[in-house]
């Protein structure tokens, strides 16, 4: 079990880490922010992963809810008729947290079985 200090210290150095870069680029802090909510919700919790798989999720996740932040605000905006404020602090929780749900489920499932589905055609094809 990991000393509580540790995990403070480095929960305080990543969010140092995002607030500077946030400085440093001027991008929207709520996105920032909310990514990393959303990248930790599921690291935080999953005790079955390893160090480095934890971080490459972290990473990943992070990036992916930065990125695809304004397109999914947008849409939650057009889908909720909501126009006060934007909508892309939150959207960068769910695109980090279903990122981190989306790799976890690709990791563990059997894609061979998957795409044998669609080879050879279907059993009906003769009659």
């Known amino acids: ?8 210290g480095a929960a305080a150095t990543a969010l140092t ?3 500077l ?4 680029t001027g991008a929207d802090y709520g996105v920032l922010f909310g990514a990393f909510a959303g ?3 599921y690291i935080a919790t999953a005790p079955d992963l390893s ?6 999720y972290f ?3 992070y990036i992916l809810g930065v990125l695809c932040s304004g397109l999914l605000g947008a849409k939650l905006q057009s889908w909720t008729g909501y126009s006060d404020q934007p909508l892309d602090a939150l959207a960068a929780v769910i695109v980090s947290a279903l990122a981190i749900k989306l790799l976890t489920l690709l990791s563990n499932y059997d894609l061979n079985t998957f795409f044998a589905r669609f080879r050879g055609g279907g059993s009906n094809a003769d009659k």
């Open 1 to 8: 079990m990991s000393e509580p200090i540790s995990g403070t």
């Open 17 to 19: 880490g995002v607030s």
């Open 59 to 61: 990473i990943v996740s």
């Open 39 to 41: 990248a930790t919700f």
């Open 51 to 56: 160090r480095p798989r934890r971080i490459a």
């Open 21 to 24: 870069y946030g400085l440093l």
